[in-house]
Structures are given as structure tokens and as C-alpha cells.
């Protein structure tokens, strides 16, 4: 099942996923296995400019900043590009998130504009993330955990689609925007 779902495929990785890949690598290489299976698929890693954003807000100084500018050069991260539309879709699901009783404090932006692309790509594109709760069920399917044992802490790596018919089940009320309009014919 992995392979027929990332076989050349794109996958979405999650801030908090480079970061904990990011804070490990200047040890054992404990996400090689992880980096593995992309590359055994010919599935290519990306990230867009608000994961870029998460990665890089805690920089102190100068020095910090280009050692993760180098990390990510290691990874061969392509950018995905975010639209309006993807912020339109992300505010629905906000929105269908918050009809699900999950709680608003859980879902970030960041995961929102995800979903928005997942939902935009379907099944060309996945999400690898270590922050499973972000991306409920309610409109995911996670089809794969990768475990990382770091012998300090065990890490779940979740692999995730859009469920489009779960997200189209929850459109009701949300019929007078225009992508949604688009979104019901798919």
C-alpha cells in the first residue's frame, strides 16, 4: 500500500517534521529510514513558505539560520507554491475542523493551508508530519506511522491523504464560496 500511494509522488513535510529530523542529525542518523522510503518511491520532499516561516522563526542569530538554511539543502526540498484559494480551503476546514468539536487551540494556520493543499492535489500529493493530532480523521487518512526510536524518545511519523468525499459530506453550510462550488463537482 506505501508504495502505490507515494510511487512519484510529492509529500508535504511538516515543520515540526524537519525540525525533529534537524535536531537529530548532528547525532545517529535516526530519520534515514524516513528519508529512505522517499527516495525508494521517487517521491519529492516539499515544503512552502509558512513551514519555511515555522522552521526558521526561532533563529537567535545568523549562524543559526544558515545552519538549518544548510539542512534543508541536504534534504533537497522543493517549494510548493500557496495560492489564495489554498487560504480560502483553509478557512473552510478551519471551519468543518471546528464543526468536528476539535478544538481550535489543536490546528494551526500552518496545518490548515496542508489540508488546503492536500485537498487541492488529491492523491498527487501526501503530508508526512510527527504532529498526528493536528490532521484528524475527520478529513485525513493516514495510511502509514514510520517509528523513530532516538533511545531518548520514540517518534510517530504519520503519513496522510485528503479524504475528498469526508470533506465534501462536511460542505453543507459553506455552499457560497466559490472553490467550494468547483469543489463539489471533483
Not at 516561516?53 to 539560520?65: P, S, V, Y
Not at 492536500?118 to 501526501?126: A, C, D, I, K, M
Not at 496522510?160 to 462550488?181: M, V, W
Amino acid at each position: 500500500m506505501l508504495e502505490k500511494i507515494l510511487r512519484k509522488k510529492a509529500a508535504i513535510l511538516d515543520t515540526c517534521l524537519i525540525a525533529k529530523a534537524k535536531d537529530y542529525s548532528h547525532t545517529q542518523e535516526y530519520f534515514d529510514q524516513f528519508f529512505s522510503i522517499l527516495k525508494k518511491y521517487d517521491c519529492i520532499p516539499l515544503i512552502h513558505d509558512l513551514i519555511t516561516f515555522e522552521f526558521f522563526r526561532g533563529c537567535k542569530t545568523q549562524a543559526h539560520k544558515k545552519t538549518k538554511e544548510e539542512f534543508l539543502k541536504l534534504l533537497s526540498i522543493e517549494p510548493l507554491p500557496v495560492t489564495k484559494d489554498d487560504v480560502d480551503r483553509a478557512i473552510v476546514i478551519a471551519n468543518i475542523y471546528s464543526n468536528c468539536n476539535i478544538p481550535g487551540t489543536q490546528i494551526s494556520l500552518v496545518d490548515c493551508v496542508n489540508s488546503a493543499l492536500l485537498e487541492r492535489y488529491g492523491s498527487s500529493l501526501v503530508l508526512v508530519t510527527t504532529d498526528i493530532n493536528d490532521y484528524p480523521l475527520c478529513l485525513h487518512d493516514r495510511f502509514h506511522v514510520e517509528v523513530v526510536d532516538t533511545k531518548k524518545e520514540i517518534i510517530n511519523i504519520g503519513f496522510f491523504t485528503f479524504d475528498k468525499e469526508a470533506f465534501r459530506e462536511r460542505l453543507h453550510g459553506f455552499e457560497s464560496t466559490e472553490f467550494l462550488k468547483s469543489a463539489k463537482k471533483d
